[in-house]
């Protein structure tokens, strides 16, 4: 088993005086298994990023621990790469520069470097933007540069916050494709956050839902599809309408954030066609 989430209990310091703490999550534990990609999907404010940085080790839980290939997680490490919902490239550099900084941090030769480097473009299909500076690139290439970094080291596990979160639909799915393919091709041992229905399915091995009840884990869904997924099939539709309907009871009637009025948005859309049965 790569990642063993074990009874994670996590609050915070209630931002009002006299306010409990906020208990964001309590006694969660689920895992990743070696070469699995799994998501992590729920609503907006149910404690998936809380999770992920957990893991990543940029903070503590309360109660419960990590373990990573049967080590306990204590701080960040190279082991674990962490890929940003905003991709935190570094604007002064250029696209070689940014995939590289890792392996200058690792203190890998200038000849080991520049191997990584090319393999690592050509997976991209990138490898003509390697002297571009960061503004001088697309968004979609942005992500794809932002992935590359974090693959830079070879991670065993790659953790990533909603990676396409700012792309639009068609490129969405390009960069889909994409993600999953390079991530074949490295064998990585991925967790993702996500709010998106159809991503998590169209990705993941596994799909593991929140609620806001805490971070309880309503229910894990084994995608039992063969790769490169067919979004046209049966099959596909009936695992996407199962986890819609497992989200909206996580919702709860509890209509908020953005997020949540997406995800409303988009079950309304399922019941208008008429494809999901939605009590
Ligand atoms: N450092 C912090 N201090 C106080 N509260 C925090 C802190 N970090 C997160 N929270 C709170 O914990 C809850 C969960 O936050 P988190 O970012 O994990 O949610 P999320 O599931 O990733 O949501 P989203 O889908 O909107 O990104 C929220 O109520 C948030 O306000
Ligand atoms: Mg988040």
Redesign the pocket.
Known sequence: MSISVENIT?S??A?RKGEDR?V??KDISFSVNDGEFVSLL????????????IIAGF?KADEGRIMVKGREVTKPGPDRAFMF?NYALFPWLKVGENIEYPMIKKKLNKTEREKRLMELLSIAQMEEYKDYYIHEISGGMKQRVALLRALACDPEVLLM??PLGAIDFQMRHMLQQQLESILMQKNCTSLM?T?DVDESVYLSDRVVI?SRDH?RILEEVKIDLPRPRDRESEKYHSYVEHITNILKTALNGDVV?Q?DKDIMEFIRKKEEEGKADIA
């Open positions: 996590k915070f310091q931002r906020l964001v999550l729920g609503p907006s404010g149910c404690g998936k990023t809380t999770t992920l940085t903070q919902q916050d909603e956050v709010h929140m971070g954030t997020e």
